[in-house]
């Protein structure tokens, strides 16, 4: 297996969520969405959010993990199979892979636009 010199991250929406995305010109973390209440259905389990909320990052005191935007760095997540077996009692959304939307990018550049936007330690959502 290679290693690509221009790595990617990836991340999963519904469909029915792209038009508040591209509305608000943001990918937004967990909290914010919590706070927030933006249109759509939400793929990930329940629980994992909930901890998310609660772990804190020790690279940056006072972050917890769902103040971040999550992200892949492969494009077949174990959540996206999970989703396509439409059966784990946790999942709110149980229509299968079908209206899951990849969002992909560069990390490079990704990481460029942060640092020029003075973005990423504090910021809850990720936009470009």
Same mark, same amino acid.
């Given at each position: 297996m290679s290693i690509s010199s221009t790595p990617r991250i990836y991340h999963i929406v519904h469909g029915d969520r792209l038009a508040s995305i591209?509305?608000?010109?943001?990918?937004?973390?967990?909290?914010?969405?919590?706070?927030?209440?933006?249109?759509?259905t939400s793929i990930g389990m329940s629980t994992i959010k909930e901890r998310r909320l609660?772990?804190?990052?020790?690279?940056?005191?006072?972050?917890?993990?769902?103040?971040?935007?999550?992200?892949?760095?492969?494009?077949r997540s174990v959540m996206l199979y999970v989703i396509y077996k439409k059966n784990h009692q946790e999942l709110p959304c149980r229509g299968g892979q079908e209206p899951i /939307?990849?969002?992909? !990018? #560069?990390?490079? $550049? /990704?990481?460029?636009? !942060? #640092?020029?936007? $003075?973005?990423?330690?504090? !910021?809850?959502?990720v936009s470009g």
């Open positions: 591209i509305a608000d010109g943001v990918l937004w973390c967990d909290a914010e969405m919590q706070r927030n209440l933006r249109p759509g609660r772990k804190r990052l020790n690279s940056c005191p006072g972050l917890r993990v769902g103040d971040c935007v999550p992200f892949y760095f492969c494009p /939307v990849h969002l992909e !990018a #560069e990390v490079q $550049e /990704v990481v460029d636009w !942060a #640092e020029r936007n $003075e973005q990423g330690r504090e !910021a809850g959502g």
